[in-house]
């Protein structure tokens, strides 16, 4: 058996954690890697993307996206609705109803550092669930504090993280380097260097790159 098929598949995610369409794309990314790793190691990589990079308050999402897009209430609602329908598909439970939309850099430091410790994937999906499934907000330090303390990540350590500018280049960088590689938006993937993937695709577009990897 030649190298390049025991070694691990190493997959960079660029995403943001306001981003409904990032949460719902790691669950297919996930099923994707159950059905397809054949007991490689798959190392997977959170890269930072702000949505809002320059935002300074924290607003009420349906009335940022009524503004950002030139719509009605209605329509926001309809919106929604239409993409808590495709993440019930995943096997989650989004509610947008009163989610709210702000700066997320420091929910990235957070969770780049807490990668460093072995925590990166679990504070993630954390934070992900607390803002799509509860309604929680994720933009001050307190916020995130609890959540990583939720995961079993010493508060104090979350604090003086947060505290500091630890990390903030890293933010900068990722970003940089996503727009670098062509993403406008996100999620956005590159798996083993070699394929490039825009956007919540189907599973079934994962399953045949993995295909493909396995030569």
């Known amino acids: 058996m030649n190298d390049s098929a025991t070694a691990p598949i190493h997959i960079d995610v660029w995403s943001d954690v306001v ?5 719902i794309g790691r669950r297919r990314l996930q099923k994707a890697i159950a059905n397809h790793a054949d007991g ?3 190392i997977v990589r959170h ?5 809002q990079p320059d935002a300074r308050d924290v607003v009420r999402t349906d ?3 009524a503004q950002k897009y030139k719509v009605d209430k209605d329509q926001v609602a309809a919106m929604q609705a239409n993409v808590c329908s495709i993440a019930d598909g995943e096997g989650l439970c989004y509610d947008l109803s009163e989610t709210l939309s702000g700066n997320t850099a420091d929910a990235h430091r ?3 550092w807490a990668e460093e410790i072995g925590k990166g994937d679990e504070l993630l999906e954390a934070i992900y669930s607390a803002y799509f499934e509860k309604k929680k907000s994720i933009f001050t330090h307190d916020d995130l504090i609890a959540l990583a303390s939720s995961i079993g990540i010493n508060g ?3 604090k003086a993280l947060l505290q500091s500018d630890r990390f903030a ?3 900068n960088e990722d970003q940089d380097l996503a727009r670098l590689l062509g993403a406008n938006g996100v999620p956005f993937y590159v798996i083993d260097m070699k394929f490039g993937i825009s956007g919540a ?3 079934e577009h994962f399953d045949s790159i993995f295909t493909t990897l396995k030569g």
């Open 19 to 23: 981003c409904p369409w990032c949460f």
């Open 40 to 42: 490689r190691e798959v």
């Open 47 to 51: 890269r930072a993307f702000q949505l």
């Open 63 to 65: 009335e940022m996206l």
């Open 110 to 112: 957070l969770i780049l």
């Open 156 to 158: 104090d350590e979350a």
């Open 169 to 171: 280049d890293q933010v």
């Open 201 to 203: 695709q189907p599973q």
